[in-house]
């Protein structure tokens, strides 16, 4: 709470690409270490390490479009003494290298950090093909591995940061739709496995992350309007999960709204809800994409699967009704 | 070791065992009292199922007790079915699903030459794990990079799981295929000690090309019953075996 701003309003808010603060602060790092490298699958450009590979251009390995042997490779070039930053559009990354991920990376416990851009529905259009909502999915079931999904461009940085200071295989889910910033670069301070909390409220929890914070926050302040006090915890790190966090909103909240640009199975809602139902049940939903996503931009498809501030209240008000008295 | 612990790969391991004799014991440049040793030689084993010859050949090489092969695959050794890098010293990365080796060893050269080291990658990879994409993947990376620090050895021994792998999925012409993807390439007899080595002292083949060795070999090497027998892919033996085969290495050691 302390750490954060106040929640944008939308009439005069600027929203931001967080694969820009992405590959600022990599190069920065990169600056300072030459054990750090940049491996692709021709994807330079969607990445953007353009400018990473104009500063560093041994530095920068193209491994064409074979998503198996980049990461396979960069487990390699980690045993070599590197610490590779594998960058590619996260529908690839993870699925077409899954094994690679599961055995040289995590097995194998080796540092190197995969950056999946273009994360969950950022390509619109381009259909289920190009979504990676399934990604957090797949690499949660994986033991070793840390899972994070930054919210802004500030948690962005300093989630690079952490995955540069952290020993071992690291997921950050890096997106191309455009976000406000919710952080003070000064004050915040990104903890691997701590839960930041936005808004207190006694009524009911919002645990999301990403792209969806900033949305959840709108919802609160809608359900404050009618007299619902929403707590909104950005759980950034889906792995290891801040169970703390969790376990506290259940107790002291009594209802838990999940919300995530994922789908509905396996994702952070799926990592909530098996802490809750272990530890601490609670009534829960979980918001995210229950399906292949028809044809639309990201946009429109936030507004149809209700990832609005009106569909995350309404939500919550049929949740409500659900709490113990 | 297989016959107490019921379980292994018993062809496998025979094709395999000279290769890894001869680079283990005369070329690789490794240390078992430093076995994380930054400028050590790589070798990876993706034909992870032949872990028994493996951690037969790391334990005469002093990397692990000799005693505790005995150990093999049973509750909570650290001697698993397939190889772990972080349980077992001179495990360089975990190996079990086919096609991951090639890969994570093209990294490895291509670590060393950003690097400006001397040190050498090898990986020894099965034949019908050349059915696997992802070798193919790496095999162009490796001449993208022009990688001649880096050496694969095939072991050719014309037999995977279920039958030939002619009759399974067509491999030849193998050298061919390594050629065309911009690899230098020398078709050697895997059971010859003294033609691995002096193909190994002389690396790399050509410059600027990483090295294919072709690796002619027979599953279940020196044993009659098992020899290029399709069924010893993972057919372990009796005690009653166990003691004619190593009569009959016996025999040929001796």
Redesign the interface.
Known sequence: MSHAQTAPSPANTQFFDCRDAFADRLEEIAHRDPRVVVVVNDSVGSSKVGGFKKIFPDRLINVGIAEQTMVGLSAGLSNGGMIPFVCAASCFLTARGLEQIKVDLAYSFTNVKLCGMSSGVAYGELGPTHHSIEDLAWLRAIANMTIIVPADPVETAQAVQAAYEHEGPVFLRISRTPVPILYDALAYRFQIGKASTLRDGRDLTIITNGTLVHVALSAAGLLAANGVQARVINMATVKPLDEEAVLSAARETGAILTVEEHSIHGGLGGAVAETVVCHHPVPMRIMGFPEFCPTGSAQFLFEYYHLTPQGIASKAFELMKEKAP | MLTRARLGHTGGDLSVADILTTLYFHILNIDPHYPND?NRD?LVLSKGHCAGALYTTLAEAGFIPIEELDTFAKPLSRLNGHP???KVPGV??????L??G???????????R??Q?NWR?FVITGDGELQE??NW??A??AA?YRLDNLTLIVDRNGLQQGDTTENTMHLEPLAEKWRAFGWSVAEVDGHNISELLSTFQNLPLEREKPTCIIAHTHKGQGVSFIQDRVEWHHRVPTEAELALALAELGEVIS
């Open positions: 930054p790589r772990n890098r972080a360089e990365t975990n190996t079990g699903p096609g991951h090639v890969p994570v060893a093209v990294g490895m050269a291509l670590s060393a950003l690097n080291a990658t994409g992802s993947e790496a162009l990376s993208h």
